[in-house]
């Protein structure tokens, strides 16, 4: 299984030093955009071995949700220099719409990341939401720059998980029912609600 990864993670970097070296070709009217949802948590969560979880599929975690997404922008005064703000795939039609000076449509989720690429660190207020499951096993998560929160089940009646990234980057420890951390469960709960 490991190998079957490893092998599709060379093959997007031998693909994507392709993409570089094309771009460093002139093209003043062409953008580029790599993005991509190889997730790679296999085996990453359970002690011992024997309860590793061996799926990639409806997990909430971290390291199942985050993608790349890499925007090369022809005239881009930042290029190369990554962003810390939280976004989500649903931001990608409106930047590629924006980009290419389309007119803003009404009703999308997304919104355009263009301030992101003009300035990697300018502010930005959206969380990412995350779904998994069906009717019958849903789950749903959301990321801030700070914290992830997660519920299982109808309003959270089969779990919850709730990880500072900063201090916890590997999302060891659950703080869902840590007294100390109730005002942001709160907060990150009335925000999930919102999806």
């Avoid at 971290?62 to 962003?83: Q, Y």
């Avoid at 999308?108 to 300018?122: K, W």
Wanted: proline share 7%.
């Amino acid at each position: 299984m490991f190998r079957l990864l490893f092998s599709c993670a060379a093959f997007a970097a031998i693909a994507a030093a392709g993409v570089a070296a094309a771009a460093d070709a002139p093209r003043p009217n062409v953008l580029f955009l790599l993005a991509d949802d190889l997730r790679t948590e296999l085996g990453c969560y359970g002690a011992p071995a024997q309860t590793l979880k061996w799926s990639k599929h409806q997990s909430l975690y971290e390291i199942g949700t985050r993608v790349p997404l890499l925007f090369d922008v022809p005239g881009s005064k930042v290029a190369g220099v990554t962003s810390p703000r939280v976004v989500q795939s649903v931001d990608i039609y409106p930047t590629l719409a924006d980009l290419c000076g389309l007119p803003a449509q009404e009703g999308l989720d997304g919104r355009s990341l263009r301030p992101l690429l003009d300035d990697p660190q300018a502010a930005w207020d959206r969380p990412a939401y995350t779904r998994a499951g069906n009717a019958q096993k849903y789950a749903a998560a959301v990321r801030t720059e700070r914290y992830r929160y997660a519920e299982y089940g109808p309003d959270g009646s089969e779990g919850a998980m709730l990880f500072d990234e900063q201090a916890d980057p590997h999302e060891q420890k659950n703080l869902a029912d840590d007294p100390q951390f109730k005002q942001i469960r709160d907060e990150l709960k009335a925000l999930l609600r919102k999806l």
